[in-house]
């Protein structure tokens, strides 16, 4: 059944009615690059393939269709935990959705089930290994009107993050006969190929979203070119009081690496798979809700994270591979706001990485993975461009960023690091007035900075009393434009973006009195 504010659709909608459901919904006045695009093609009942950087708004790309199609949209997903995120940002904005997964008793699930099975969810996540037994065919006698792969690339054996999970994919499309979008934020041009042969899409649309993040300042740093730890140390602090994440290669440095940085008194908590579930399950809740400031992790940390406030990305080692760097920074800035993506790197992480590709008993894949970590180490050892090489690498050209990386504005991380150390300790002020001071995050108006950080507070407590994170409220975004045009009627306050009419009649009130006084 249609959900009551679904648009009556003869036809696909045309672009004047896709903005105004934007707007109805989820309070945008503007869709973002290629998300339009996207959508046109799914109502056109095409298949199609998103390649988009991280923040770009992919999710949208299917949430926007789900209210206005006929039936239920189902979204294959790697883990549980960004199913529940994604799943309580929908209800937020007044969605019929639910994640059906392994987290759910019997009788939860078979509620669920049944509730699919009816028609009456407008969007349903699952894990592809949840496609084994039952489920399958179970799927076949439900309403579905899309299939959504999220993190398509890793259903790739040639991707960065290789899942074999993925493969009973294959075949479900013709067996729900219906069309399908594939998402992913990190695919080369073999990549994306093989993601269209293994799911069978047919003359499927494409877009292809430029790499380019502004907001992202890129700086590399040489290990042995100085103390490392106290370096990252220094730049942790210039965030204090926002949220970030410091990646490590091995356990043993997650755990040194948090013991360090909670000795001089960082807020900060570890993330690996040798943590018992529970262990991880609480430290990953306590960063969600801003219990915790930063996350010291293994790479086991971050897909399911859908956070928008992630200020800086660290990484103590080098990732395997260019497409896992970008992808791991990019999950700082999902909000538009200027964010940190720091790594330091050196030729014995590459010898590194070579220890975990012993496994690999195909030669051509071996030498395709060893070849791809040493791309990206002789990648960041050139001068020019961050931003430059890492879309090179991409088959997309742009000149030089000019101010987003530190070869283009000539400050180097050890300065950075260097300036931070020496910076006395009675001139650190709060983190966003802070990062305001150096990069326009923050208002050079003391009120309505102070105002921000009144809502900011307003928006903690509101998130906590629903069981959710504070970003799923509202992003920091929308409560910038609140502190700076401090809009005092519920008309007004709609005008904001991000602001839409479920979140309006369930918070509006409490935000305007905040900013009345």
Known sequence: MPHPLALDLGMPPSPDRLVKALRDIFGYDGFRPGQREVIEAVMEGRDCIAVMPTGAGKSLTFQLPGRLLEGTVLVLSPLISLMKDQVD?????????????????????????????????????????????????FLQGCPVCLMVVDEAHCISQWGHDFR?????????????????????????????ADILRQLGMRRPAGFKGSFFRSNLRIGCRKKGEGNTRREILALVREWETESGIVYCLSRRSVESTTAYLTANGVNALPYHAGLSDDARVKNQEAFRRDECDVMVATIAFGMGIDKSDI??????????DVESWYQEIGRAGRDGLPSDCLLFYSWAD????????????????????????????????????RHRA????????????????????????????????????????????????????????????????????????????????AYVVFHDRTLREMAEQRPLTMEALLAVQGVGPAKLERYGRAFLEELGR
């Open 89 to 137: 940002q929908l209800k937020e904005f007044g969605f019929r959705a639910a994640e059906i997964n392994s987290s759910l008793d019997h009788e939860e699930r078979r509620r669920r089930l049944a509730v699919l099975r009816r028609g009456e969810y407008e969007i349903v996540y699952i894990a592809p290994e949840a496609l084994e037994g039952r489920l399958r065919d």
């Open 164 to 192: 074999p999970a993925y493969r009973r994919l294959q075949g479900l499309r013709d067996e729900l006969d219906v069309p399908v979008l594939a998402l992913t934020a990190t695919a080369t041009r073999a990549v994306a």
């Open 311 to 320: 200020r800086f990305v660290i990484h103590r080692d080098m990732p395997k």
């Open 350 to 385: 590459v010898k590194l990485h070579e220890r975990f590709l012993d496994e690999i008993d195909d030669p051509e894949l071996f030498h395709a993975k060893r070849r791809a970590t040493v791309d990206l180490f002789e990648l960041v050892e050139r001068r020019g461009c």
């Open 390 to 469: 890492i879309l090179r690498h991409f088959g997309e050209a742009m000149g030089s960023c000019g101010s987003a990386c530190d070869n283009c504005t000539g400050v180097n991380v050890g300065e950075r690091a260097a300036a931070a150390i020496a910076r006395r300790p009675g001139e650190r002020r709060r983190g966003k007035a802070r990062a305001g001071d150096r990069d326009g995050t923050g208002s050079d108006d003391p009120v309505v900075e102070e105002r921000f950080l009144r809502l900011r507070e307003l928006r903690k407590q509101l998130a906590d009393a629903r069981d959710l994170p």
